[in-house]
Nanobody, 123 residues
Framework: QVQLVESGGGLVQPGGSLRLSCAVS????????MAWFRQAPGKEREFVAS????????NYADSVKGRFTISRDNAKDTAYLQMNNLKPEDTATYLC????????????????WGQGTQVTVSS
């Protein structure tokens, strides 16, 4: 029902910024709660941020609060993750996901996933 394609990753120095985009294609007019996860090699996939279908509510992992902002523009069928003050520990593959409850934080609760975009924070 849902296809997601991430873009916007790249190499950035510590303290820099990136904005990730997730283009959403759906078979219906229904909008889904969206989330961003990240996964570094050899590590578990971890929750980063989520947003309700309307865009009116958000959740963040403690590690990114105050630095990352999740948003969406439903008119453009796109979700975003603005990442500021990036740290080396933010290095990971970032994946967007669509689910049914924006308060869900487990990857298993999200049935739809993009392929991911690489973010590398390094000097």
């Amino acid at each position: 029902q849902v296809q997601l394609v991430e873009s916007g990753g790249g190499l950035v120095q510590p303290g820099g910024s990136l904005r990730l985009s997730c283009a959403v294609s759906a078979r219906t007019l229904t909008y889904y709660p969206m989330a961003w996860f990240r996964q570094a090699p050899g590590k578990e996939r971890e929750f980063v941020a989520s947003i309700r279908a309307s865009g009116g509510g958000t959740n963040y992992a403690d590690s990114v609060k105050g630095r990352f902002t999740i948003s969406r523009d439903n008119a453009k069928d796109t979700a975003y993750l603005q990442m500021n003050n990036l740290k080396p520990e933010d290095t990971a593959t970032y994946l967007c996901a669509a689910g049914y409850n924006y308060n869900d934080r487990s990857p298993s609760d999200y049935p739809y996933w993009g392929q991911g975009t690489q973010v590398t924070v390094s000097s």
